[in-house]
Every structure is written in C-alpha cells, then in structure tokens.
C-alpha cells in the first residue's frame, strides 16, 4: 500500500526523511505512526453479489497505542436519499490523514445509514456514522457501491481495527521507535 512516491535521482538519507517524513505539513508521518500504532480502522461495506466498499477512519478519542478495540457496527433501517440536504464531510482530516470520527472510548458500537445517489437508488453513494442517536460524520465513496438485484437491507458491514502494518524496514522502524542513527 504505497502513500508516497519519489521521482528524481533518489537516495536513501535522513536529509529526505526529514523533508518528507518529519515535515509536518505532510501527513506521511502521522498516517505510518498511525499504521505502527493500530489506530485506524476500516468500514467495509458488502453486498451479496460481492460488491464491496471500504474506507479507513480514525476515530477520536483514539484508544493507547497497540490497545486492542472492538467496534461492531448495526445497519439502520433509515435510508437517505442524496437529494435530501446531506453534507458530505472532508475525505481527510485537517491534518491529511484519513477523517477522523468521534466514536467515545466506551461506545462498543455504531450505527450505519446507507446514503443512495438522488438519481439512481441502486447505488449507494456514502454512509452515516451514528453513535447513540446522533450523527457524527457523514462520508461519500470514492465510487458508489453498486447493488444490482440487491436489496439495500442485504448489504453487510464490518469494522476492523488495522492491526500489525509494520514500517517496511528495519531504518523506518528504528526511526518510528525514535532509535537515532549513531553514523
């Protein structure tokens, strides 16, 4: 799962890490502390003619680093419809990094709105995250999750927490680790 990219004559130095990594007006370092830390998580979205959609969140208050959550997720009745004054929030949070939503610590689960597009009903276009009774974030697919012959009641949905994405090598990890180079 590549986040970043390097063109150019490319040379493995800590002058380019910390012009890419530790430059915080790039969101690379706190998505890979991120990653190293278990804080994401995924919805993933299902139908039964194997359609899936999924997005990484994060969400706040965040559990300590490597603390195992468990979040299980309810398909609400509600559908809405596009059309019906929805606002879709950021794709990213202020910092770059994936949208960060406010799921309390002691909330074990969620609840998901199915949002269809206005024009076709067969697709479903975003979810609603809801904690208690409250909408807390509202989030579009990047593509609509197709239905075909299927109902919107058939579409399953799981919460995973990310677990165990190391940094890719043994340099990065010392560096997530705050181990410095003694070269």
């Given at each position: ?60 208050p965040t559990q300590g680093i490597c603390v ?46 199915l949002i269809v597009g206005k024009d076709d ?63």
């Open positions: 799962l590549p986040i970043a990219t390097v063109g150019g004559p490319v040379c493995e130095c800590y002058e380019n890490e910390k012009d890419t990594i530790f430059n915080e007006s790039y969101p690379i370092g706190n998505i890979m502390q991120g990653w190293a830390d278990d804080s994401f998580f995924t919805l993933i979205a299902m139908t039964p003619s194997n359609e899936c959609r999924s997005m990484l969140f994060l969400p706040i195992n959550r468990s979040i299980s997720v309810e398909l609400r009745p509600e559908v809405i419809v596009e059309s019906d004054g929805v606002t879709f929030m950021n794709d990213s949070s202020p910092s770059g990094g994936p949208p960060e939503i406010p799921i309390p610590l002691v909330a074990v689960k969620v609840g998901i709105n009903h067969s697709n479903v276009v975003g979810v609603q995250f809801v904690v208690g009774s409250e909408a807390v974030h509202t989030q579009r697919f990047r593509s609509p999750l197709r239905l075909h012959k299927d109902k919107v009641s058939d579409v399953t949905l799981e919460i995973q927490q990310v677990i165990g994405i190391p940094a890719n090598d043994g340099k990065q990890q010392n560096i997530l680790a705050g181990i410095s180079n003694n070269s």
